[in-house]
């Protein structure tokens, strides 16, 4: 009985640790989460296994983020929260119009090639069809300022007569995010068939410049 007790109070500091820094709990079940929900999806990716290698528990994941899809969802805000923040520290309107759009595509580029977890996740939010994204109140105005930023520096270059007219800021947007995101999507399958080379080598390095003088030419006059 006393071995109990003592058992029973040797554990409690564990837990008071855990409970007095949530923000802490908070954080290290959201980096476990993002990489259950990368590898296995919404469906796929357990609870448990998040609460075991977190050494917290589904209760408490559950006090936390209310559900799975509650979990799922800040994993996804989480993901889109931390690339627009470190894209608002480049300082795009500090920079010349060619090269602010330059820096933006090879950010962009460099992003996605090192973080394969959020391709994965916003290709498993695109099987779930949005649904979750749909759900989001963060997520939209997360990406105003992305799409302001593009605005701002699109507007610079056509004044100083660098970039030609007619052409969508959000058009831009997605064909930056298409060529940086198909590079690490279609990696395995692409580099199969075709035999690509590493992509974190020197063909990764041609084809970041490649991408980039892509969307140059295609903004530029």
Do not use: C
């Amino acid at each position: 009985m006393n071995d109990l007790v003592h058992s029973k109070k040797a554990r409690k500091p564990a837990l008071a640790t855990r409970t007095k820094d949530p923000v802490g709990t908070m954080t290290g079940i959201l980096e476990v989460a993002t990489q259950e929900f990368a590898n296995k999806g919404l469906s796929g990716g357990r609870i448990d296994a998040i609460a075991e290698a977190t050494r917290t528990s589904k209760r408490m994941i559950y006090y936390y983020f209310g559900s799975k899809e509650g979990l799922y969802l800040a994993v996804l805000e989480e993901s889109y929260r931390k690339m627009r923040q470190i894209e608002g520290e480049l300082q795009l309107d500090d920079l010349e119009p060619e090269q602010a759009l330059r820096t933006l595509v090879e950010f962009t580029f460099d992003h996605h090639r090192s973080n394969e977890d959020y391709i994965r996740l916003v290709m498993n939010e695109n099987i779930e069809r949005g649904a979750y994204l749909m759900q989001s109140k963060t997520i939209r105005e997360l990406n105003v300022p992305a799409i302001q930023a593009i605005e701002r520096l699109y507007a610079r270059g056509l004044k100083s007569g660098v970039f030609r007219a007619g052409v969508d800021p959000v058009d831009i947007h997605a064909s930056i995010s298409a060529l940086s995101f198909f590079n690490v999507s279609n990696r395995h399958s692409f580099g199969l068939i075709f035999k690509a080379q590493d992509p974190q080598g020197e063909a990764g390095a041609l084809r970041r410049a490649s991408v980039t003088d892509m969307v140059l030419r295609f903004v530029g006059r």
